[in-house]
């Protein structure tokens, strides 16, 4: 069986990058991953801490898809292993969290995202799901 997931407020919503478990990374409170994810994309400080400060996760995303401001020059290269480091503190530092996803089993876990074919599964199903891989990682990582 495979688990699904896509919204915040589907079955196993709590998957979502934009559900409301915030995290502590770089000595900084951030609301959620897709804030710390989003904010992650700039060298411009004062541009993180507007996307830090985001009121939703929602606006987060859409400030961080914006490209007034550029993007730092190796986001290409380091955007997998930050969305891995905020995915893993995320489930370690909700420890209800940890307990869902460990009851997952070895179950695949996909992010059913429509309009999303490096993240998600996309519309087709033939993304790359590295959100859903990442959570698979991370799995193994907390069962230790």
């Known amino acids: 069986m495979t688990i699904f ?5 589907d079955e196993y919503g709590e998957f979502s990058n934009f559900s409301k478990h ?3 990374l770089d000595n900084v409170w951030w609301p959620s991953v897709e804030h710390y994810f989003q904010a992650q994309k700039f060298e411009n400080a004062d541009y993180r801490e507007k996307i830090r400060t985001a009121y939703t996760s929602k606006q987060a995303a859409e400030l961080g898809r914006s490209r007034s401001v550029p993007l730092r ?6 955007k997998d292993e930050i969305m891995y480091q905020a995915v893993l503190h995320k489930f370690k530092t909700h420890a209800s969290l940890a307990e869902l996803l460990l009851s997952t089993g ?5 992010e059913n995202a429509p309009g999303d074919y490096y993240w998600g599964c996309g519309k087709d199903g033939s993304g790359l799901n590295k959100l859903g891989n990442i959570l698979v990682k991370v799995r193994a990582q907390i069962a230790i």
């Not at 997931?5 to 407020?9: G, P, S």
């Not at 070895?106 to 996909?110: F, G, T």
């Open 106 to 110: 070895k179950q695949d876990i996909v």
């Open 5 to 9: 997931f896509y919204t915040k407020i």
């Open 22 to 24: 915030g995290i502590e």
């Open 73 to 78: 020059s190796d986001w290409e290269v380091v």
